[in-house]
């Protein structure tokens, strides 16, 4: 049977991987092995998921048996967590065919965070440092600390870091396009389609430390950083932090490019016709109910909202 266009989705990923665990790390019975072809059929996109996922698990059948099963039993005597079960996945295809490139499209870098969010979920989480983060709309990130600094890697989408100025170790960033140190700072850092949106609220950031000409970004300093690691200081339609309080402020934006940025926090697609995409879009609007600002639109703006479904928006011309 010829495999469905498109990846599978996040959430079948991770159903795929919990199958996994039970039916390769359990004695599965008649049952879970019947309710297991259930779910493969229940969607054209699981048997997708699952043939990525069980490469994982055939590394699993590389080592000798015993060594398999002492693993195992091991960590299902310390009840370890399903994040823990995802680890030891993770471990067993570092070293096996399956390469970084291959596990990637699985989502398995977000799986593994240490913390994430899901679309139109926002976070605020107390580093062990008393440092304050935020995680945006469907992002995700892993903390670790040492003795001698302090890590966040921004795996995926948005955050914000206040970081706790009484603590002297540095506070080392890491994102796709390269590296960010502070040790006070107040930033916030977004991925977006030209690589990494920069701003700084408090303090001092130094953007690529260890290159031959680092940058330091000043209190007040929003930069683009592309892909080719060129950095332009650039003029936003909205308050970038507006989020952080639960909202979103702008000022003259383009109705297209407000659009594209309500749809960041609600599933399904949300579109705007190009009749009406340069519409100027002003005020501040409260996150919670992505539903009432398309609403409000409708009464500042010569436009209307077609439901086609609850997850196919369209916002055209009246």
């Not at 065919?97 to 870098?109: H, M």
């Not at 680092?214 to 950095?231: D, I, M």
């Not at 003029?235 to 594209?260: R, Y």
Request: net charge neutral; hydrophobic share 40%.
């Amino acid at each position: 049977m010829p495999m469905p266009d498109g990846a599978p989705a996040q959430a079948q990923v991770d159903q795929a991987i919990d199958w996994l665990v039970k039916l390769r790390f359990d004695r599965p019975s008649p049952r879970t092995e019947q309710q297991f072809q259930q779910w493969l059929a229940s969607h054209p996109h699981n048997p997708l998921a699952w043939q990525r996922v069980s490469q994982l698990g055939e590394e699993l059948a590389g080592l000798p048996k015993d060594l398999s099963r002492r693993t195992l039993d091991g960590s299902q005597r310390q009840r370890i967590s399903r994040r823990d079960q995802l680890k030891l996945l993770m471990l067993l295809a570092v070293g096996g065919s399956l390469g970084w490139a291959a596990r990637e499209p699985l989502g398995l870098p977000e799986l593994l965070a240490d913390s994430s969010t899901e679309t139109g979920e926002r976070r605020q989480l107390q580093g062990s440092d008393g440092s304050l983060i935020q995680l945006n709309t469907a992002s995700a990130i892993d903390l670790r600390y040492s003795a001698e600094e302090r890590q966040l890697q921004l795996v995926r989408g948005e955050v914000s870091l206040d970081s706790n100025r009484d603590d002297n170790r540095p506070f080392r960033i890491d994102t796709r396009l390269g590296p960010l140190a502070t040790r006070d700072g107040q930033l916030l850092l977004r991925e977006n389609d030209r690589g990494l949106l920069l701003t700084v609220r408090r303090g001092e950031v130094t953007l690529f430390p260890a290159s031959a000409a680092p940058r330091q970004v000043l209190a007040g300093q929003t930069l683009q950083v592309s892909a080719n690691g060129s950095v332009q200081p650039v003029q936003l339609h909205s308050d970038p932090w507006g989020w952080t309080d639960g909202v979103l402020s702008v000022q003259q934006m383009p109705l297209g490019e407000f659009v594209a940025e309500l749809a960041r926090y609600r599933p399904g697609l949300l579109r705007c016709a190009p009749e009406v995409a340069g519409l100027k879009v002003s005020g501040t609007y409260q996150l919670a109910d992505i539903g009432e600002i398309l609403h409000l639109l409708t009464h500042s703006l010569p436009v209307r909202v077609d439901y086609r479904t609850r997850y196919w928006v369209s916002i055209s011309a009246v």
